[in-house]
């Protein structure tokens, strides 16, 4: 099962309806090497601003962590078969330092943080992501990638 392998932790359980920053829960990367938070967006009225950011403490945003992050080809809900142009197709995955601004209505965006970027020797082991859109409605999971499996790990939230 992939659950035994990657951990999969929902950091928005009710749809986010951005008015201004919203975080997603933190998460504890202290016992894992990846976090790829996956979010989808309904219709959003200007581009959504992704940032990661890691501290101390939960919701301590102190140190801003490089990521990756890719668009998804085509709106959520259409395929086209062998195609390129299909929501479940990621377009080519871009570098961030400390924001991504990327023009997400009705798309997918995944973003991909590795622990390797996090100061977690001195403590920083919190990371907390946020999201920044005018107007529009979001749904975030992440999928980490554990430095230990098992079919029941502890969870990565405070």
Partial sequence: MIAE??????????????????????IDMSGYHKATFIYMFETCGAAVVHSMNCGLTTGAKTTAVPFKHALGGAAIGTAVAGSAA??????????????????????????????????????????TG?????????????????????????????
């Fill in 130 to 158: 946020t999201t920044t859109c005018a107007s529009g409605i979001g749904f975030c999971l992440v999928i980490l990638e554990p430095r230990y499996s098992g079919n029941s790990s502890v969870t990565a939230l405070a």
């Fill in 5 to 26: 392998n990657l951990k999969i932790v929902p950091v928005w359980v009710q749809p986010v309806d951005f008015t201004s920053a919203t975080d997603t829960d933190s």
């Fill in 86 to 127: 299909s929501c479940d197709v990621l377009g080519a995955w871009g570098d961030a330092t400390t924001t991504a601004s990327i023009t997400a209505s009705t798309k997918m965006v995944v973003c991909e943080v590795d622990a390797a970027n996090m100061d977690i020797a001195n403590g920083y082991k919190w990371l």
